[in-house]
């Protein structure tokens, strides 16, 4: 399947304001930009296929790839003056490079893309700024044998606040994490069909236009998932990844697994 990654948003919360700032997923987490980690994992999974919906800073994701080191994270052989690979992370790869403007919201930059879609009844969707474990083929099959028309990966807040229940005169009757009360939110890995343009007008977004409009009619399908996920809204998320990738702590690199 076609992968659409959305990277053209400004992600205020990660820049530190200075003209040129890099786009957030071309942030680094190890060697590589957040972008590169979300891509992989689809690779792993066998869809190599890209498009990228770009926007703000798409000359740092042009530039990353047009002049792409194979050897940052892959072993090589320096004979005679010459790099042989011993492996290779994007040769297979088609990656098809899309300006969908600087401001346009999510469901105006996937319209942008629509002819890049053509043929294809089902394709994939991601944030590119979202790291996780969860199984792709499950996720797949189960939104095949479904009558919907689009599915949504949804986790349990993230977030260490706490909900406090309150009794009328004040008395806190409960403390409970956010994290364990009955709530899913959006965890930003997509599944759709090409009826999802029927619901997203221009200028209009994914979730809030297009995917509120399925789940009016039923044909939203959720994918709960627990194990791994991690956003990076933040600095302190980014480098939070960072951290644990240098520590080897790394559950979302399912491309690491043994085979």
């Given at each position: 399947m076609k992968?659409?990654?959305?990277c053209?948003?400004y992600?205020?919360?990660?820049?530190?304001?200075?003209?040129?700032?890099v786009?957030k997923p071309?942030?680094l987490?190890g060697?590589?930009p957040?972008?590169?980690?979300?891509?992989?994992?689809?690779?792993?999974?066998?869809?190599?296929?890209?498009v990228?919906c770009l926007?703000?800073?798409a000359?740092?994701?042009?530039?990353?790839?047009l002049n792409?080191?194979?050897?940052?994270?892959?072993?090589f052989?320096l004979?005679?003056?010459?790099?042989e690979?011993?492996?290779?992370?994007i040769?297979?790869?088609?990656?098809?490079?899309?300006?969908?403007?600087?401001?346009?919201?999510?469901?105006?930059?996937?319209?942008?893309?629509?002819?890049h879609l053509?043929?294809?009844?089902?394709?994939?969707a991601?944030?590119?700024?979202?790291?996780?474990?969860?199984?792709?083929?499950?996720?797949?099959?189960?939104?095949?044998?479904?009558?919907?028309?689009?599915?949504m990966?949804?986790?349990?807040?993230?977030?260490?606040?706490?909900?406090?229940e309150?009794?009328?005169n004040?008395?806190?009757?409960?403390?409970?994490?956010?994290?364990?009360?009955?709530?899913?939110?959006?965890?930003?890995?997509f599944?759709?069909?090409?009826?999802i343009?029927?619901h997203?007008p221009?200028?209009?977004?994914l979730?809030?236009?297009?995917?509120f409009a399925?789940?009016?009619?039923?044909?939203?399908?959720?994918?709960p998932?627990?194990?791994?996920w991690?956003?990076?809204d933040?600095?302190?998320?980014?480098l939070?990844?960072?951290?644990?990738?240098?520590?080897?702590d790394?559950?979302?690199?399912?491309?690491?697994?043994?085979?």
């Amino acid at each position: 399947m076609k992968v659409v990654l959305f990277c053209g948003g400004y992600g205020t919360r990660m820049r530190s304001g200075t003209p040129g700032d890099v786009p957030k997923p071309m942030q680094l987490v190890g060697p590589r930009p957040l972008i590169w980690h979300v891509m992989r994992y689809y690779a792993h999974f066998g869809h190599t296929d890209f498009v990228l919906c770009l926007g703000y800073g798409a000359h740092h994701i042009k530039e990353f790839f047009l002049n792409y080191q194979e050897t940052t994270s892959n072993d090589f052989v320096l004979r005679g003056g010459q790099v042989e690979l011993l492996s290779t992370d994007i040769s297979d790869w088609s990656i098809t490079f899309v300006q969908t403007g600087i401001e346009s919201p999510i469901g105006e930059r996937l319209r942008r893309v629509r002819e890049h879609l053509e043929g294809e009844e089902v394709f994939l969707a991601n944030y590119a700024d979202v790291l996780t474990d969860a199984p792709l083929p499950d996720i797949i099959d189960r939104f095949n044998g479904g009558d919907v028309g689009a599915s949504m990966m949804v986790v349990p807040p993230p977030a260490t606040f706490h909900c406090i229940e309150v009794g009328e005169n004040g008395q806190v009757g409960g403390v409970t994490p956010v994290s364990e009360m009955p709530l899913w939110v959006n965890g930003g890995y997509f599944v759709l069909r090409q009826e999802i343009f029927d619901h997203i007008p221009s200028g209009g977004d994914l979730v809030a236009d297009g995917c509120f409009a399925l789940a009016k009619s039923g044909r939203l399908l959720a994918y709960p998932h627990r194990g791994y996920w991690r956003p990076t809204d933040t600095v302190k998320e980014r480098l939070a990844l960072d951290e644990a990738y240098s520590r080897g702590d790394r559950p979302w690199a399912v491309w690491e697994r043994p085979a």
